[in-house]
Every structure is written in C-alpha cells, then in structure tokens.
C-alpha cells in the first residue's frame, strides 16, 4: 500500500513539473503575441518602426520564422524594411538556403525600384548588397534595366559599381571590366566632383581587382591631380573616396603614392583629417 501511495505522489509531482515548464514555455511566446497584436491592433499612423524591428528580430531570433516576416511586413515599403529583408536574406545565405535569400534579396529590390531610391546607393551598404547577391544569383539584366538617361549620372555610375562588385564575386572579370566606360561615362558627367572622383577611385579597385593595374593606378592618379578641386567636407563620405586610393596603392606597393593620398587628403579635408590616418596601418 506504502508503495503505492509513493507512486501516487511520485506521479502528482511529475506532472506539476510538466504543467509548470509548460506553462513557463507559454509565458515565454506570450509576451511576443502580445506585442504582435498590440502592433497589428495600432492605428497605422501610430506604429513605430522601431518596435516593429524589434518584435520581427525576436521571433526570428526564437526561431519563428513566420511571425518574424508577418510583422516585418507590417513596415511601410522604404529603407526600412529593406534593411530587414536584406538582414534574413543573409542570414538565409548563411545557412545554405539559397531560394529564401534569392526571394527575400528579390523583395528588397522592388521596394527599391519602386521607390526610386538608387540615389542613396554611393553611400548605403545595404542597397549594395541587396545589388551585389541578386547579380550573383542571376538577376544582372534586371538590375541594369534601372539604368537610363532619366536616372541622374551619379545614380547610374554607383549602380553598375554595384552590379561590377557583384561580378567579380562570382569571377565574371571580364562582364565588370566592361561596366568600367559606362561608369567613366557617367561619372564624368556628374554635377559633383566628389561623387565623381570616388566613382572613379572605386573603378580603378575593379581594375585593380580584375588584375589590370595600369588602369588601376592610372584612375588613381587622376583622383589625385583632381584633388585641389575638391571642397572641404568633413564627412565620412570623403573619408571612403581617398581611402578607396590609399587602400588601392597599399594593394599595389605603391607606399609613395599612399602616402602622397594621405597627404593631400590631411590638406583638403582638415575638418575630418584624423579619419583615415587610424585606419592607415603602412
């Protein structure tokens, strides 16, 4: 009878440790749940971008796919979301799921294109991976099919950069050396001269990286000729076309010329003159 009173209780306390690490599983989702409905019940002028990154992050984090892409698509269609479908493609990539990253890289680029946002693609890392993973994947023709006379130079210059990048990432040299005119083109045409010698400097890397070095130190050196003309911009922006340079003859064992771009970007830029010099390791 002891015996089976002991099993008795023996079962009692097992099963109020499985309802109660059930129960602290289900506190875990809720708080979540909550949040998702609070967020989908708002009135669409109040809600925050920032809590709906936040509650899209953690469902992914916790493994919820699903939940993680119904809230993030609860974003209006701008750099945002963009931002958040470009951060689960590579974490897809990551994993070897090459169709969910092709589709979620996919979905980035039509926000892009429908909102016209190319302008912005010089200086955002996430428009030029978006552009550099779908040229992998295949999708070159259609990124070039935003490429036209209506769009600004600069725009077109920095986008078939972006789609030249992509190239030589998947050893297709000889497709982003063809790019280069059409970059040169654009550039030359530019309103401004910073965005047309960093479109330049940034050419001469695909030459250097495509193995044509002449070419390489060639746009390199007008980058430097052109610099007097420069205007003082104290900004990071400048601070990435001279170390595009400086980078460029480091690779090419040029160290007088690299110190020659050190130089005259501490005179041009006395504003921000620190910025390269920390990242300069000669």
Not at 24 to 48: G, H, M, W
Request: net charge neutral; glycine share 4%.
């Amino acid at each position: 009878m002891k015996n089976f009173l002991c099993l008795i209780v023996i079962f009692c306390l097992l099963s109020i440790s499985i309802f109660a690490q059930n129960q602290q599983k289900e506190s875990v989702k809720n708080p979540l749940d909550c949040a998702l409905y609070l967020i989908k019940t708002e009135n669409k002028f109040d809600k925050r971008s920032e809590e709906i990154i936040s509650v899209s992050n953690f469902y992914w984090k916790s493994g919820q796919r699903e939940k993680a892409f119904e809230v993030a698509n609860l974003l209006a269609d701008d750099d945002e979301k963009i931002k958040v479908f470009a951060s689960f493609a590579k974490e897809f990539k990551k994993e070897n799921k090459s169709i969910e990253s092709e589709k979620l890289y996919l979905n980035a680029f039509s926000i892009l294109k429908k909102n016209d946002e190319f302008g912005s693609v010089y200086k955002n890392e996430t428009f030029v991976d978006v552009i550099k993973n779908l040229v992998e994947s295949g999708h070159s023709k259609e990124i070039l099919g935003v490429v036209n006379e209506k769009s600004s130079n600069d725009d077109n210059a920095f986008i078939l950069l972006a789609v030249a990048d992509g190239f030589l990432k998947i050893e297709q040299k000889d497709k982003a050396l063809e790019l280069i005119p059409q970059i040169l083109r654009y550039a030359n045409n530019s309103k401004w001269k910073d965005l047309e010698l960093f479109a330049k400097a940034k050419a001469g890397t695909i030459y250097l990286k495509s193995g044509n070095e002449e070419e390489a130190e060639s746009l390199y050196q007008e980058v430097l000729k052109s610099s007097s003309s420069l205007k003082e911009i104290g900004n990071i922006f400048v601070d990435d076309l001279w170390r595009e340079v400086f980078d460029g003859y480091k690779s090419l064992r040029k160290f007088d010329k690299a110190i020659e771009t050190l130089l005259a970007y501490q005179q041009i830029n006395t504003l921000n003159s620190k910025g390269i010099y920390t990242k300069s390791n000669l």
